[in-house]
């Protein structure tokens, strides 16, 4: 099996990679993921003068390829991020449109879930950048239909990934969620014979 690594941009990224609905998404692929997570604990802190030390140790720990996860947030484009934390020793950076929690937005099921509705709950456009950031939308969400909000985004995480049944198979087939499909690509590619 292929090894991969993942420094992510933060806590929410850490939850979803470290999750089990991940780790079962990236075997279909032949991949294992090295159980050490690195958080970098902001955007900031993934500049190629920074992530030195977080490579070595993902290396040291037996990583074939390395990856950053990070938000594409106020930034201009994904391009733009790209160049911004490019470094030679890794293989990628997946950049989620506005922020990871558009993912959740993607999963109709664990959303119905999350906001106790019977059936799913569908958002057309979970990466749309012209209305508020995916986390405000999900606690305006809460509030409009169960008359609660979410705590923060580590909460939110959590949830959805351990109780309300966050699915990377589900949000793959979201037509407007083009950033897990990018992903779905370069991990593909990694283990070709899978």
Not at 1 to 17: D, P, R
Not at 53 to 72: P, S, Y
Request: glycine share 6%; net charge negative; charged share 25%.
């Amino acid at each position: 099996m292929v090894k991969i690594g993942f420094i992510v941009e933060g806590e929410t990224e850490k939850v979803l990679v470290s999750s089990q609905p991940f780790k079962n998404w990236i075997s279909q692929f032949n991949l294992e993921l090295i159980d050490h997570i690195i958080n970098a604990k902001g955007g900031g802190n993934l500049l190629p003068n920074k992530v030195n030390d977080m490579i070595e140790t993902l290396n040291n720990k037996g990583a074939d390829h390395i990856f950053i996860l990070t938000d594409l947030e106020d930034y201009p484009s994904i391009s733009h991020v790209k160049n911004r934390i490019d470094h030679p020793e890794i293989n990628d950076s997946f950049i989620t449109i506005v922020a990871t929690e558009s993912w959740f937005l993607a999963c109709s099921t664990a959303l119905g879930f999350w906001l106790e509705k019977d059936s799913e709950y569908y958002i057309d456009d979970p990466e749309n950048r012209d209305f508020e950031k995916p986390f405000e939308r999900i606690k305006a969400l809460g509030l409009q239909e169960k008359k609660r909000g979410c705590r923060n985004k580590i909460t939110l995480a959590k949830d959805m990934v351990q109780r309300c049944g966050f699915s990377f198979e589900e949000i793959m087939q979201h037509p407007n969620c083009s950033s897990i499909k990018y992903m779905e690509t370069i991990l593909k590619s990694l283990n070709p014979q899978s």
